[in-house]
């Protein structure tokens, strides 16, 4: 049985004292039980450390959202993966539609990022998806085979069993636009079907895929209720207490 998995991407959202009051919120509405799900909570950088702090003592997990692949050196304005590990953060997501589009985030650079992660310890959430156009003329499926194919080339398969994808369609990121159930199952069974090509049954069957665009409380039961859906990434729901408490309990 995959456990389900939830996480908050903050994106560029949280001052050290809005992060603060937002993750003692959330603290206090998920008590001291067992979560039914695993919960991470990727902050911007700025707040990485101020979170973890928060989070100490608890199950809820913290990532990061983005990271360069190399070891260190002159690449300004980046975070290599030695330091988001020795933060104290367990995953990073990577490919996100955000860093494709405006920073010219390449399959191949996935890849890349995806190995440096696994070398420092840090799983990664694989971001994949199609925007309108593709899905309008019906390239979704080849589409996504394609960035699966660039960014798990040469991932060893006991890498790949670890990684979490997460299926997001661009149309519906931040739109308010959410895939049906059917159309999100439709698409997490390709993303297996296609694991299972690249790899075998087993990892195909280990490996959990999010579903991500605009999840809230109301439709999140339904779509994690489909069998290839095994949690969510959230954007806009996840900067809500509350919102975010109603998703995971929809796990
Ligand atoms: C996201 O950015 O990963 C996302 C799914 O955003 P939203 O939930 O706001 O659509």
Redesign the pocket.
Known sequence: MRKPIIAG?W?MNGTITEATILVEELKSLLGTEELPCDVVLCPPFTTLATVLDLVDETLIGVGAQNMDYHESGAFTGEVSPAMITEVGAQYVILG?S?RREYYGETDAAVNAKIKAAFQYDLTPIV?VGESLEQREANHTKAWIEGQLEGAFKDIPKEEAMETVI?Y?PIW????GKTATADQAEEVCRDIRKKMAHLYDVETAEAIRIQY????KGSNAKELLSEPNIDGA??????LIAADFKAIIDGT
């Open positions: 991407n994106k996100h955000e971001c997460a997001e519906a990121i931040g739109t991500g665009g605009s999840v990434l959230v954007g806009g729901a996840s």
